[in-house]
């Protein structure tokens, strides 16, 4: 006795915190690799990128500064070492919160059909939090328990014969 199961499937959550703005799938519903699962309120991310990104012009600006000022030799070496690592580290939170915008929204990784949703529009997304369940139901496998007793008997690669109830035919597995 055993259970068919899909071999491919996943539980979708978020990687972020957010309201829930985009729920556009349904139960049952197929969907392609890359499609739009879920979206998620993004103003925080948003203004945590804007805030990233004037930094950065703000920093390299600073940098340009310090550069010519070094060349000139009316710079120390480290108020050019400095300058160039704020400019990196600005460089760094732009790239960091540019993540961040990316996990706003969740993409179906492989095409499947939703097979639950634990969330709807409106809900909070949290990380560890599922939304959607999905499974590729292409490819099945069957699970099932064996006997201790013929557990040593049984040879990687043997074949046996499996029945569905649902089918008019046995199967090789």
Not at 143 to 153: L, M, N, R, T, Y
Request: proline share 3%.
């Amino acid at each position: 006795v055993g259970t068919v199961r899909a071999k491919l499937h996943a539980t979708l959550e978020a990687k972020v915190s957010g309201r829930i703005i985009e729920l556009p799938v349904v139960l049952g519903q197929q969907v392609k690799a890359g499609q739009l699962v879920a979206c998620l309120d993004a103003a925080e991310i948003q203004a945590r990128l804007e805030q990233a990104q004037a930094g950065l012009e703000e920093a390299q600006r600073q940098w340009k500064r310090n550069s010519a000022l070094f060349e000139q030799r009316a710079a120390t070496r480290a108020d050019y070492d400095a300058s160039n690592s704020r400019y990196l580290m600005a460089k760094a939170a732009v790239a960091e919160a540019q993540a961040m915008m990316a996990y706003v929204e969740v993409l179906a990784p492989f095409d499947g059909v939703v097979t639950r949703k634990w969330a709807d529009r409106g809900d909070l997304a949290a990380p560890g939090k599922p939304l959607v369940e999905m499974e590729q139901p292409t490819a099945r496998q069957l699970e099932a328990d064996v006997p201790e007793a013929i557990g040593s008997s049984i040879q990687d690669g043997a074949k046996m014969t499996v029945r569905v109830d649902t089918l008019q035919h046995d199967l090789s597995g």
